[in-house]
């Protein structure tokens, strides 16, 4: 008998988050966590070094290392692949990881492999990624390979020693919370917009302790990089993880990738796959709606994800938010931003534009971006950057010429990994650059000290680079 | 981890809601393989502020933070518990914690105590004024007292993860015990499903 999700006949109605969950408990007893199984465990240098080294404390091995894929991403450089790195703090991490995978069999996508990228994007890329199944990384944007049907979900580096010592871990049910989203987006709106427009709508602790599934037609006609982006920031909306049922559209994405099933595997995996739906009737512990047809594309003017307007907007007011704590930060995050409340958004110059991230650097966000800037080019003193999610994507993007288009307009056209999602890196912004960036985060000094990011999607990143200041496609034209 | 059972120290009070983990300890910081030495990364930015809470000689030896609302939001970096630990601190209270840094706290040994909006505030503003004010925490019974802040408290911890702060219980050995079940799961898993080392002729 095949365990996993069944098609739960004659049963209460399910959500799909509770039939993944009951598909892969292992241990269930009063008053503990449930053990749950886990199917994939994704690893980078950054988060495994300390786990590896507890392992190995206490003589365990990893038990599953066939379902154990490591890359590097966080800490790698993203030009000079060919050159030992500058530093030797960075170099040790990196070493660390392939010494680490090596000793304990992992197979590892190391720097400069065909198949590096940033987790979250090989995962799904190399069709490791699959409905039904549950993956873990220690990286929040685990999330991301939730757009597949799967539970897939962030933990921290204990958890990963855990993980990769008995491939389960202790989990306490999440709660079930739908978004459901319906209508045509108007032209120009995209699935970044779609999320950063419900993380204003909920705030960053909107989804703590649930499970989001993106519902609506809105969902349904997107394609698996527009879902990815969506469940992608789950996180930044304070949830454990998102997903969404898969559907034709899953299907017709995985098949043929190298780890997706093939002749009678496949059929047998689209049966189960099939049954991987929220039951008509079952019971969701929150809800939220969202009417996609009066989206507008958004801009984050703040320090945390929630604070974005649409880029038609101001920089708000802090004296007129209501909620005393939240003016309190709109306040700070005003002078940390350097912004005055009242400037309308695309009055707001940007010397910066970061076009990447495991939220959009695959190879739809890369062509919005190159449709933009084709036979243009960046507004003087503009810094423009392209990181690809994955050396495939960066491959792809080559074989259609979308280098040479963002060469041609003056951005520079990087090597894959996380470089400034997040700074760690040489790529940074300096104090006070100001940056429309295509990333999920815009805290205090996350592309580097002082640095200060401006969440947008891939076309309004592109438009910006040519304008110099906020812009949509639009604007442009 | 160590077992934890009662702590009882001074407070330092963070009057900041949304603390994400870039602010905990930068990325700069999460370079190092070490599981040790993150204290001099502890909210390393706001530190070079000589004004900043942490850096008043009369904070200093603290053991417990307390912070505004959805404390540890952003990144599932562990080096953040690591960081708070390393400082010196055995406990945070805030009125709500991001789930992955609630998560790691306690696989780490760090206690976080929930407690009500009131009670954070109450705290936060004694503290504030006197630093001397005592804060008891007891796992056991969990209830946070400070007399001085006229604040006892209880907060939400699972007897499950309460013994295992009491015992100071390693959790895979935990997971262990349950080796017979977790071959027997194994062995009805699908053949189809993805292993790494198992890839299409394409
Ligand atoms: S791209 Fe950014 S958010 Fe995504 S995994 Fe890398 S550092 Fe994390």
Known sequence: ?477 | MEPVRQITGTAVPLRRADVDTDQIIPSEWLKRVERTGFGQGLFAEWRSDPEFVLNQPRYKGASVLVTGPNFGTGSSREHAVWALQDYGFRAVVSPSFADIFRTNCTKAGLLPVQVDADAAEALLAAVETDPAVVVTIDVEARTLLAAAAGVSTTFPLDDFTRWRFLEGLDDIGLSLRNEQKIVAYEAARPAWMPSAGRVAAT
Not at chain 1, 147 to 160: Q, Y
Not at chain 1, 248 to 264: I, K, M, Q
Not at chain 1, 420 to 447: H, I, K, V, W, Y
């Open chain 1, 1 to 477: 008998m095949e365990r996993l999700a069944s098609h739960n006949v004659g049963q209460q109605p399910q959500t799909l988050n509770d039939k993944l969950w009951d598909g892969h408990v292992v241990h269930q007893a009063e008053g503990e966590p449930d053990l749950l199984y886990i199917d994939l465990h994704l690893v980078h240098e950054v988060t495994s070094p300390q786990a590896f080294d507890g392992l190995r404390l206490a003589g365990r091995a990893v038990r599953r290392p066939d379902l154990t894929v490591a890359t590097m991403d966080h800490n790698t450089p993203t030009i000079g692949l060919d050159l030992p790195l500058a530093d030797p703090v960075s170099a040790k991490q990196i070493e660390t990881l392939a010494a680490n995978c090596a000793e304990f069999g992992v197979t590892l996508y190391p720097m400069g492999h065909a198949k590096q990228g940033i987790v979250h994007v090989i995962g799904p890329e190399q069709g490791l990624t699959q409905p039904g199944m549950t993956i873990v990384c220690g990286d929040s944007h685990t999330s991301t390979h939730g757009a597949f049907g799967a539970l897939a979900f962030g933990i921290g580096t204990s958890e990963v020693e855990h993980v990769l010592a008995t491939q389960t871990l202790p989990q306490r049910r999440p709660a079930n919370m739908a978004v459901t989203i319906d209508g045509d987006l108007p032209a120009g709106v995209t699935a970044k917009d779609v999320i950063l427009a419900l993380i204003g709508r909920i705030g960053t602790g909107g989804g703590v302790g649930h499970v989001i599934e993106y519902r609506g037609s809105t969902i349904r006609s997107l394609s698996m990089e527009g879902r990815m982006t969506i469940c992608n920031m789950s996180i930044e909306a304070g949830a454990r993880a998102g997903m969404v049922a898969p559907d034709d559209t899953t299907f017709a994405w995985l098949e043929g990738r190298p780890h997706a099933p093939t002749g009678a595997d496949w059929e047998r995996a689209l049966d189960h796959w099939r049954s991987l739906v929220t039951d008509e009737g079952a019971m969701f512990d929150k809800e939220v709606v969202i009417d996609a047809t009066s989206l507008r594309p958004h801009v984050s003017w703040g320090t945390n994800p929630s604070q974005v307007v649409p880029i038609d907007g101001a920089v708000p007011d802090p004296d007129a938010i209501a909620d005393a704590g939240q003016a309190e930060s709109a306040r700070r995050a005003l002078t940390y931003m350097g912004l005055q409340a009242g400037t309308p958004m695309r009055e707001v110059p940007v010397d910066t534009v970061f076009i990447g991230s495991c939220t959009n650097s695959r190879i739809e966000d890369l062509r919005a971006a190159a449709a933009v800037v084709d036979g243009r080019h960046i507004s003087a003193g503009m810094r423009a950057m392209v990181v690809p999610g994955s050396m495939r994507v960066k491959a792809d993007a080559e074989a259609e010429g979308l280098d040479r288009i963002f060469t041609a307009a003056g951005f520079e056209w990087r090597s894959a990994g996380c470089s400034m999602c997040l700074g760690m890196n040489p790529d940074q912004l300096a104090p006070q650059e100001r940056c429309a960036s295509t990333s999920n985060r815009n805290f205090e000094g996350r592309q580097g000290r002082g640095g200060r990011t401006h969440l947008v999607s891939p076309a309004v990143a592109a438009a910006t680079a040519l304008a110099g200041h906020f812009a949509t496609p639009e604007d442009i034209r």
